[in-house]
């Protein structure tokens, strides 16, 4: 296995690649998710951003459900199981929170909208289904890492309207990262996981600022 400590500049393999991105492009460097969880942010602003990820991590089978069919067996399972188990607990926190904020607000080109998000859900069911070695391991561990900065708008967001939520269990960034370090074996599947990775931060990334052209749209209508 590779020798790695993580969050430090000790880093090495698919891990140093991985964290190299999400520090780059992950959604904690994206202004909006960060504009949401102020407690000023507008009510509707906040419960557009609820239903949109609803809309894109909402539905089961997910991209980590789906991934996990590429590695049922194998020094990766374990991980995707106890990601793929944390993570139905984030979509019932979704489901929970989308009945808190209330209807998703008017918004001019809601039908685009709606078609732009369904859109990135196919591609991270893409991701998660491809025949390419490393494509759905670089997907699956760039969304668990992700969804750190996503969580803590969630937290933000069910504090505003008085829900009570558990911690989030998915897989620490120490247990991703020694699967993403042991995983990429060859250069060629260290490639094929941060393409893998590098897609689902461009959809994390195209739905917050899909998310701020919508808000715009509101303000001005």
């Known amino acids: ?36 969880a102020r407690p000023n942010a507008l009510a509707r602003d906040v419960a557009d951003a609820v239903h949109a990820l609803c809309l894109l991590h909402g539905r089961h089978p997910g991209l980590l459900d789906h991934a996990l069919r590429r590695y049922p067996k194998g020094p990766w399972s374990g991980w995707f199981e106890s990601a793929v188990s944390a993570f139905a607990d984030e979509r019932a926190l979704l489901a929970r929170l ?8 008017s918004t001019p080109g809601q039908a685009e909208s ?6 990135q859900r196919h591609a991270l069911d893409t991701l998660a289904a ?11 561990t760039a969304l668990v890492a992700d969804w750190q900065a996503v969580r803590a708008l969630l937290d933000a967001c069910a504090e505003r309207f008085g829900l009570n939520v558990a911690t989030c269990l998915l897989p620490r960034d120490v247990e991703t990262a020694t699967v993403a370090a042991a995983a990429a074996e060859t250069p060629a599947v260290e490639r094929a996981m941060a393409f893998g990775a590098q897609q689902v931060l461009a959809q994390h990334r195209g739905l917050w600022n899909l998310l701020d052209a919508r808000a715009s749209a509101r303000n001005r209508s």
Do not use: C, K, N, Y
């Not at 709606?114 to 859109?119: G, H, R, S, T, V």
């Not at 491809?130 to 699956?140: F, P």
């Open 1 to 36: 296995m590779t020798v790695f400590t993580a969050r430090t500049g000790q880093m090495a393999g698919g891990w140093a690649v991985l964290q190299t991105l999400i520090d780059a492009d992950g959604s904690a460097r994206h202004a909006v998710p960060q504009q949401l």
């Open 114 to 119: 709606e078609a732009a998000i369904l859109a």
């Open 98 to 105: 989308a009945s808190a904020v209330g209807p998703l607000p």
């Open 130 to 140: 491809s025949d390419r070695h490393g494509v759905a391991l670089g997907a699956a």
